[in-house]
């Protein structure tokens, strides 16, 4: 039998500093919050300078709160702010339901959604670096949570430790995380000392990231039109039709206000990405926010120290607008549809044309005898041309190779 969902009543207020996302922010609280299974029955908002210090929302609209969780037989209520301890304590006392913040809900679909075990350990990571600071006052809440949305994971069973416990637990973990990364790491260093070209897939959330990394491998990734349906990176072979093998690797999608402890809980993860020779950027053309949308993927890769890497911006979901109005804001671009055949053979282009630009050209003779040699040059680089010339018994080739191959050194 299926679980009923949570009623879910959404809070946000609308401040100078905010006023320009703010639409947009509330609008994808209610995306996540249908993502981690709840049901929105209503929103409730408000203008104001600044935040209220000790309740968020000023007096008048915390009784209007208290009367709308009575006629809706409200669950829980979500703030689209981060809360403190002390303004968590204060709502749940008026309002008399689970009180929880955006970052909980992130953090909740991130436990929903972690597979391996690294990503586990990472969410657990980000759970209990939330907790932490907000255990005072909260025994009392947590004890009659229940389950439901804001307590998944492997963070709820120890919501009620003292603090020793969760930095002792804290520290466990980190440890456990180092030795995994060690794994990924010398996977890392096997793929540079293979000289294998690296790209990977970056963007915000529901991009069509994974519907990507689908269409150029055979890697069946999970993609579905939700939030974070990818959490833990994917990386796969891809061939080009001239027959170099290069790497593509997926990676969990960014968001407005990404909680910093998810950010720091995942630097491995995000790690993978430091290592690429190219980022494909991928942007959802339809969406209403879209300049929004791209402006937080920047920012986050300056955060990460990852501008330095050549990006190409792969605008996807071509099919949903109308292409003569479409207007790109950010260079080299292709715009796309990663569910037609032409959209591949467009992005495919697109990439070598930028692999050519980053690789460094070669031309040689090659004797007709070297077997291996052509066939390494055919799967290890971009093999423009390869002609046979009868007379020296050699084959004249031309392409890109990286700058530490040995047919370019």
Known sequence: MKKKAEKVILVGVETEENYTRFEGSMKELKNLTKTAQGEVVFSLTQ??????????IGKGKLEELVQLVDAYETDIVIFNHELTPRQTQLIIEAVGVKVIDRVQLILDIFAMRARSKEGKLQVELAQLNYLLPRLIG???????LGGGIGTRGPGETKLESDRRHIRNKIIAIKRELKEVTAHRERSRQKRRLSDIFQIGLIGYTNAGKSTILNLLTTAGAYSEDQLFATLDPLTKKWQLPQGMIVTLTDTVGFIQDLPTQLIES???????SRNMDLLLHVVDASAEDRLQHEQTVVELLNDLDLEQIPVLTVYNKSDQIDETEFVPTLFP??????KSTLGKEELTRSVREKMMELLVPYEFDISSDQGLELSQLTRYTLLLSKVFEEDKNVYHVKGFASKTSKWTR
Do not use: P
């Open 266 to 272: 995942f630097q491995s993860t995000l790690e993978e």
């Open 138 to 144: 909260q025994g009392k809440q947590l004890s009659r």
């Open 47 to 56: 203008k104001k300078t600044r935040i209220d210090s000790k309740t968020v």
């Open 333 to 338: 671009n292709v715009l796309v549809s990663a």
